[in-house]
T-cell receptor, first 115, second 113 residues
Framework: AQSVTQLDSHVSVSEGTPVLLRCNYSSSYSPSLFWYVQHPNKGLQLLLKYTSAATLVKGINGFEAEFKKSETSFHLTKPSAHMSDAAEYFCVVSDGPGSARQLTFGSGTQLTVLP | NAGVTQTPKFRVLKTGQSMTLLCAQDMNHEYMYWYRQDPGMGLRLIHYSVGEGTTAKGEVPDGYNVSRLKKQNFLLGLESAAPSQTSVYFC????????????FGSGTRLTVV
């Protein structure tokens, strides 16, 4: 069975400082990993995904994540936070055989960006 | 605009009432999903469909039914609403397997009183 743990429910950073959102996962197969972002009262938007290619994945809006199999981690980073980055972020794992492959969502990390 | 459209956006139901949530996508996606989002719990899969005429149970299917009579539509039904079903419901679709990434609708906020 697969699972995702987002290690921080809330993260606050100042504008212009680095962002680190932490995610650990467990998987029985070869997982794919994703980060989604949700702005208030909106649906979820795909930020980036890892699907067994390069372990360092670049996404939209300057975000990137590194897949570390030995540490079962997929942390999301951004060098310099912007006010518009304030949102909830979900780490997601895709696992399972064939058409039964499904997404499992972490519980989310709320990112606050302080002026 | 191409994407996933959910109807309605807001709804208040009384306990025991029934309703249907509609999800429509115009991207010719095979896979469609219904999730519920509750504070501190992320998104949990209710039901999903891997093609027209097919449905399957997800993590939390009890109290819900679904139908996929047309490829572009995925309906979520509540036969007898309960306060525990107060939540935000999201529909999503993907071209094939989830690894290609999902396109989400903007959500339906349902309150059961």
């Amino acid at each position: 069975a697969q699972s995702v743990t987002q290690l921080d429910s809330h993260v606050s950073v100042s504008e212009g400082t680095p962002v680190l959102l932490r995610c650990n996962y467990s998987s029985s197969y070869s997982p794919s990993l994703f980060w989604y972002v949700q702005h208030p009262n909106k649906g979820l938007q795909l930020l980036l995904k890892y699907t067994s290619a390069a372990t360092l994945v670049k996404g939209i809006n300057g975000f990137e994540a590194e897949f570390k199999k030995s540490e079962t981690s997929f942390h999301l980073t951004k060098p310099s936070a912007h006010m518009s980055d304030a949102a909830e972020y979900f780490c997601v794992v895709s696992d399972g055989p064939g058409s039964a492959r499904q997404l499992t969502f972490g519980s989310g990390t709320q990112l606050t960006v302080l002026p | 605009n191409a994407g996933v459209t959910q109807t309605p956006k807001f709804r208040v139901l009384k306990t025991g009432q029934s309703m249907t949530l509609l999800c429509a996508q115009d991207m010719n996606h095979e896979y469609m999903y219904w999730y519920r989002q509750d504070p501190g719990m992320g998104l949990r899969l209710i039901h999903y469909s891997v093609g027209e005429g097919t449905t399957a149970k997800g993590e939390v299917p009890d109290g819900y039914n679904v139908s996929r009579l047309k490829k572009q539509n995925f309906l979520l039904g509540l036969e007898s609403a309960a306060p525990s079903q107060t939540s935000v419901y999201f529909c999503a679709s993907s071209f094939t397997a989830p690894d290609y990434g999902y396109t989400f609708g903007s959500g339906t906020r349902l309150t059961v009183v």
